[in-house]
């Protein structure tokens, strides 16, 4: 996409689909009206809209942040990508278009992005979103004085954001510029395709800087102090029960959006709910933000109900590389190998999950369909369990903790795992549940052995996956690095030949499974169920919902 052309672009398609629309494309026989007099015809497919426009949906636990800079997780994300927009938003054909910057012109060199925001951007309390929003959000996020921020690597495409962030330089010398209210100017280090993507990642999301600025309490509730500038907006937040966002009816594209009222329950059981779901008192069920039970999949696909498609995301376990025997390389080979990953897919997942060797999924490395080892090769485990025994001077492991967050499946696969792993390793293995907040702050602090962990792309690049494990901290819970690993991850941000990048990525992938600081599962899959009146509500592959475009159909 030639993103200079794209207003010329928008223009033809507005003309073309008026066009299509003269020559009958419309449907004369569904437009109706209600007793206001007011339409309730879909725009987008003629379809009769439901009088009450609310949406009921889980998202299984508390929201670890509704700070866009310091959120790291699809909980938070899952309400941040409907509260917030950012320069871009990625449209339900999964591509980067204009959001809050209505024009966009890049380069020649692909070195400098120049961002127009939008003349009636506002936030939901009636200041104007302005560049210099964008600017103060960012720096915050690079600013090293501000903990919590792991993912500030997600803007180091930025020329000096790194070196801000890393090394002690000068947040004046990041490029990004607010040249006036709505003229952002952002230099980059080197040509990076996915920028676009990147500018719609919440990281990249705006910060109201007259709210924000001194008030570090801001995101913390719902409130006057809570303002967003996304097609809707937060109402209400009942800590570990419910979040309410409501329709933003100041949001610049407040037309698109139909759906007044989202309720987004807090509802950890899967049993319960689905059973919410079947009474009616949700109009979701599944994928990307809860979860069905692992017993009514079958049934469910059976029906014909069940909605299933590919994720870009590894379901893995992280191994603490600095405690035995994790420290051991050929024992974590060892367990790597002992697990029967087809078993669990088949008998337990049930979601037409794939068989994980590897680290970045078959939908990004076509050749990961079948890995860097073969699947419960108990005897190379074996092999691999008896050399890493000798270098650490023991007869036999000790017992082995296994930590996973509360979640049915997470707790089934771990037992299977521990089934697994005493069987053909002789290990036993002691399961640990905690609490999502609580887990993740274990470790953070590396107070586990084997921890249960899953990624989810955030744009569809292999570098997406491989980064994590760049450097210890943020998501990289392994405490493993690599200085061969490392350097290839610098060069491929140089290389511009996309060919020549994809395999100087792979050899990256090679020094990370040969070392095997992770053991993959499985390759995620989406699976979801919504009621026949959801309407325009898509699950993309990177496992990312957004509500702007759906509504609820007259039954």
């Known amino acids: 996409m030639n993103w200079k052309k794209w207003s010329l672009l928008f223009t033809l398609v507005f003309a073309m689909s008026i066009f299509l629309a003269a020559c009958g494309g419309g449907n004369d026989d569904a437009e109706t009206e209600q007793d206001n007099g007011e339409t309730t015809e879909s725009e987008s497919s003629g379809e009769e809209l439901a009088e009450e426009q609310v949406l009921n949906v889980n998202i299984k636990t508390e929201p670890p942040s509704l700070h866009p800079g310091t959120a790291t997780d699809s909980t938070s994300s899952a309400v941040l990508d409907q509260v917030f927009e950012g320069l871009t938003r990625i449209n339900q054909e999964g591509e980067p278009e204009p959001a809050m910057a209505e024009d966009i012109e890049v380069s020649d060199d692909g070195l400098t992005y120049t961002f127009k925001i939008r003349e009636d951007a506002t936030w ?41 962030k890393e090394n002690g330089g000068s947040l004046d010398d990041v490029g990004v510029t607010a040249e006036d209210d709505h003229t952002l100017v952002v230099e980059l280090e080197q040509p990076t395709d996915y920028f676009l993507d990147l500018t719609a990642f919440y990281t990249y999301y705006p910060i109201n800087q007259n709210v924000a600025e001194g ?108 405690v ?34 590897a680290l970045v999924p078959p939908s990004i490395f076509e050749e990961n369909e079948e890995g860097y080892f073969q699947d419960n090769d108990v005897e190379k485990a074996k092999e691999y369990l008896e050399k890493g025994l000798e270098e650490l001077g023991l007869d036999k492991l000790p017992t082995v903790k296994l930590s996973y967050n509360t979640d049915e499946g997470h707790q089934a696969i771990a037992q299977a795992a521990q089934d697994m792993w005493k069987k053909n390793l002789e290990v036993d293995v002691e399961l640990n549940n905690e609490e999502w907040n609580v887990y993740l702050d274990s470790l953070g602090e590396g107070n586990y052995q084997v921890g249960r962990i899953g990624w989810i792309a955030d744009f569809n690049d292999a570098i997406n996956f491989l980064e994590i494990f760049e450097t210890v901290g943020g998501n990289n819970y392994t405490n493993w690095e690599n200085e061969e690993f490392q350097e290839l991850l610098k060069a491929s941000r140089t290389e511009l030949d996309s060919d020549k990048r994809i395999e100087i990525l792979k050899e990256a992938e090679q020094i990370f499974m040969d070392q095997m600081p992770i053991v993959p599962i499985y390759f995620y899959s989406n699976v979801y169920a919504y009621k026949d009146n959801v309407k325009n509500i898509e699950v993309g592959p990177l496992g990312v919902i957004q509500y702007k475009w759906g509504y609820i159909a007259a039954e």
């Open 124 to 164: 939901t309390n009636g200041d104007p979103v302005t560049a210099s929003d964008f600017e103060y959000a960012w720096k915050w996020v690079l600013d090293p004085d501000n903990a919590d921020t792991d993912y500030a690597y997600q803007l180091y495409p930025i020329k000096g954001a790194e070196d801000a």
């Open 324 to 357: 035995e025997p994790f420290n051991n390389e050929n024992i974590r080979k060892a367990f790597a190998l002992a697990l029967n990953r087809q078993g669990i897919v088949e008998n337990i997942t049930r979601g037409e999950q794939k068989p994980a060797m």
């Open 215 to 322: 008030n570090d309490k801001w995101a913390l509730d719902a409130g006057e102090d809570y303002v967003s500038n996304g097609p809707f907006k937060l109402v209400s937040w009942d800590h570990k029960d419910k979040i309410v966002i409501e329709k933003n009816e100041d949001y610049w594209d407040a037309d698109t959006v139909k759906l007044e009222t989202i309720n987004m329950h807090m509802i950890e059981e899967e049993s319960t709910e689905l059973q919410m779901y079947e009474n009616g008192d949700l109009d979701w069920t599944g994928d990307p933000t809860g979860a069905i039970p692992l017993a009514a999949i079958d049934a469910m696909k059976d029906s014909g109900e069940l909605h299933i498609s590919d994720r870009a995301g590894v379901y893995y376990y992280t191994l603490n590389n600095e």
